[in-house]
């Protein structure tokens, strides 16, 4: 009852069956391996992180940190509108109505720690 040509398919089937079933069974084993070769691989990265850091170290390695003066940064401030006359001048640190017109006008000018602005209309 059984023709040739069932016995091969069946033998087929069978085989593709096998090899797939090797196939699932040899990639589960390779995901689930704790072989040296991954440790090397993780040894290799250190060890390019640590060259990659001594070269870091050897080239910018004589940049020193500034200190930031924060006293340096609010400098004195002349405010004057647009006849050129002086509206306030002072610290705007100190002082909420010159810092608020120095918001609304335009530098003009710095010499020295002072900043000259001017309110245009």
């Known amino acids: 009852m059984n023709s040739p040509k069932v016995?091969?398919?069946k033998n087929l089937s069978a085989l593709i069956a096998?090899?797939?079933?090797?196939?699932?069974?040899l990639s589960?084993?390779?995901a689930n391996s704790t072989e040296p070769t991954s440790t090397k691989v993780n040894l290799?990265?250190?060890?390019?992180?640590?060259?990659?850091?001594q070269m870091l170290i050897?080239?910018?390695?004589?940049?020193?940190?500034?200190?930031?003066n924060f006293d340096e940064e609010f400098d004195?401030?002349?405010?004057?509108?647009s006849n050129n006359e002086l509206l306030a001048q002072g610290n705007s640190l100190e002082n909420k109505?010159?810092?608020?017109l120095v918001n609304k006008a335009e530098l003009i000018s710095e010499i020295g720690?002072?900043?000259y602005y001017s309110i245009v209309k």
């Open 28 to 30: 589960a084993g390779a």
């Open 44 to 53: 290799v990265e250190a060890e390019i992180i640590a060259d990659v850091e």
């Open 97 to 100: 109505e010159l810092r608020t």
């Open 113 to 115: 720690d002072t900043k």
């Open 7 to 9: 016995k091969t398919q």
């Open 18 to 25: 096998i090899a797939l079933a090797a196939v699932t069974l």
């Open 76 to 81: 004195n401030v002349k405010v004057f509108d």
């Open 58 to 68: 050897e080239d910018f390695g004589d940049i020193q940190e500034e200190e930031i």
